[in-house]
């Protein structure tokens, strides 16, 4: 198995096989503590070959830098099947997540998990919102560069 794209997005969709994916990112910025964000997604496309015919264990976790779970269990199954003469065959995977909530700023990260095993990982960086006067110029660790 090959995970082709893992994504982080405002939103996606899947139309016969052809995986649409609109505004990734890997920030946030709020103002004011706890942040939430109204919408999004979490997208994965996965390559699997022939011998991987079957079903799969997906789990997708949210981590603080605390290392705690955050927000909803997103896990289910997906049934991998191949047509006659196919070598391969791809899963678009699409979570759409509603309110998520951020009880501090800082790094998180969104994990992917198939059949148990991590697969892979994105970072999701939680930033306080520039305020007025501030050219929004920061370093990689969030320090003001003005």
């Known amino acids: 198995m090959n995970i ?17 994916v609109l505004g990734a990112f890997d920030n946030l910025y ?8 109204p919408a999004c997604a979490v997208v994965s496309r996965i390559r699997f070959e022939k011998i991987e015919a079957g079903e799969h264990q ?25 047509g006659e003469k196919a070598e391969t065959t791809v899963a678009n995977i699409i979570l759409n997540i509603q309110r998520l909530k951020f009880e501090n700023y ?4 969104i994990d992917l998990a198939i059949d148990g095993q991590m697969k892979g990982s994105l970072p999701l960086y939680v930033r306080e919102a520039p305020g007025r006067g501030d050219s929004g110029k920061r370093n990689e660790d969030g320090d003001n560069l003005n």
Do not use: W
């Open 106 to 109: 800082g790094k998180y990260r």
């Open 4 to 20: 082709e794209a893992f994504l982080l997005c405002d939103c996606a969709t899947d139309q016969m096989g052809k995986l649409n």
């Open 30 to 37: 709020s103002g004011k503590l706890p942040a939430s964000h």
């Open 58 to 82: 997906i789990r997708i976790n949210i981590i603080d830098s605390d290392g705690k779970s955050i927000g909803p269990d997103l896990k289910g199954n997906i049934d991998v099947r191949f």
